[in-house]
């Protein structure tokens, strides 16, 4: 029983020990992201897709909203069977804007897509770079420093931000 009793007191005081033991870093992934061409590039390329495609739904909408003032002008001219043909018309145009909307900037759609692809290959750079990182210096914790909102205040002294710059092969300024 004293065993037992000596047992779970160790325990107890080595927990916190052990605990503290923990190495933590932080990385700024804005900062690193920022300083790397090839996701200045991947945000360029995203923007002009972005631009293009917004444009191509704006075009629909304007061409629904041409089509909605071209029938109200010349509805009191048209037949019950005109107006539903035209109405028909109207509500096609509007659900072929909708449905390119989704297409393009809808969950799973085109951008996301574009964006996976863009940048997938470079966070998997980064993911590789702190990896190795880690296991050299002995951390077990990375928290990114520029999505922790919960986090108040971290001492630059762990920051490992341009150590993951520097393993990249890009300069840190």
């Keep these: 029983m004293i065993k037992k009793i000596l047992s779970v007191l160790a325990l107890a005081v080595m927990l916190p020990i052990a605990a503290n033991a923990q190495k933590f870093a932080f990385v700024d992934m804005e900062y690193i992201l920022n300083r790397i061409p090839a996701f200045e590039r991947a945000d360029e390329q995203l923007d002009q897709l ?7 739904v704006e075009a629909l909408k304007l061409e629904a909203q041409n089509l909605y003032k071209s029938y109200q002008n010349e509805s009191m001219f048209l037949s019950e069977e005109q107006k539903a043909k035209r109405e028909d018309e109207i509500i096609a145009k509007e659900k072929q804007a909708t449905e390119l909307k989704r297409k393009y900037f809808g969950e799973g759609g085109e951008l996301e897509k574009k964006q996976e692809s863009l940048m997938a290959p470079i966070q998997d750079e980064i993911y590789e770079a702190v990896k190795q990182i880690c296991d050299r210096d002995g951390y077990q914790v990375v928290v990114d420093r520029s999505s922790a909102s919960s986090v108040i205040f971290a001492s630059p002294k762990i920051d490992i931000s341009r150590q ?4 990249l092969g890009y300069s840190a300024e």
């Design 164 to 167: 993951v710059l520097d393993k």
């Design 50 to 56: 972005t631009k293009r495609w917004d444009a191509e």
